[in-house]
């Protein structure tokens, strides 16, 4: 975002220095552990019409692949576009990019617009998201999504204001941190478990250690019996013995 904002003539308030070796530090780790690694995309307009952000485009594919349907995700994304103008243009970030999103998958899996909808369409359409949404929906849409039994349901509900003891007495207890307490609200109290579960987080010293790194890949070797190595004045040698 820096490097775009200086290319259209600002100075952002940014160290770029001070940021490279982040990226060094997480490229190496996305190599070392097999993950895909960023890359700027072409050109594409169409990500101007529906806004869908990139994350959420390869969620879609996942779920679309699971479905056996990712042929499908180019028609989804045209879909969010008319979505989105029928829902009166909101911005693109969570949650309503989600709303978006999953009321034009479900359309281009049904087979037919609106044959379905999420619960989350019908709480927008009610302005349970914005006083503004209902305002600004194209009314046909609106009268389609709010047709159905199930808005019925969710008409006049209001979100409950739960103190931050109810809070706590909900999502954790007396021993739980207040930072955790918000991870279980935020992500859910399945996600923080396996968060935990998972134990820290590993320790990367090659990158700033080459050396501890490269001893750490050569102890792993179960095919070689000595390792001889020299680069200028440093000599390595490792070699295995019978205990």
Do not use: C
Request: hydrophobic content about 40%; glycine content about 8%.
């Amino acid at each position: 975002m820096a490097s775009n904002a200086q290319a259209l003539g600002y100075e952002p308030l940014v160290n770029l220095d001070a940021i490279k070796p982040v990226e060094k530090h997480f490229t190496f780790i996305a190599k070392r552990e097999g993950h895909p690694i960023g890359a700027p995309r072409e050109y594409d307009h169409a990500q101007y019409l529906h806004q869908v952000p990139g994350g959420m485009i390869s969620n879609l594919r996942h779920q679309l692949r699971t479905l056996g349907m990712e042929e499908k995700l180019p028609a989804v994304l045209e879909e969010a576009g008319r979505v989105r103008a029928e829902f009166g243009y909101p911005i693109m970030v969570t949650p309503l990019s989600q709303f978006v999103g999953t009321q034009a998958a479900i359309n281009i899996i049904a087979g037919e617009r609106y044959k379905e909808v999420t619960d989350q369409s019908i709480q927008y359409a009610l302005g349970l998201w914005g006083k503004e949404a209902p305002k600004v929906m194209d009314p046909n849409i609106k009268d389609k999504i709010l047709s159905r039994p199930r808005a019925s349901e969710w008409t006049g509900w209001t979100p409950p204001d739960l103190s931050l003891n109810e809070v706590r007495q909900k999502f954790g207890g007396p021993g739980v941190s207040d930072e955790e307490l918000i991870l279980r609200v935020i992500a859910g109290e399945a996600a923080v478990k396996a968060m935990l579960a998972a134990g820290a987080p590993k320790e990367y010293l090659a990158v700033t250690q080459p050396l501890v790194g490269l001893l750490g890949d050569l102890s792993k070797r179960r095919d070689l019996s000595q390792v001889y190595i020299q680069k200028n004045q440093l000599t390595l040698r490792i070699e295995k013995r019978k205990a």
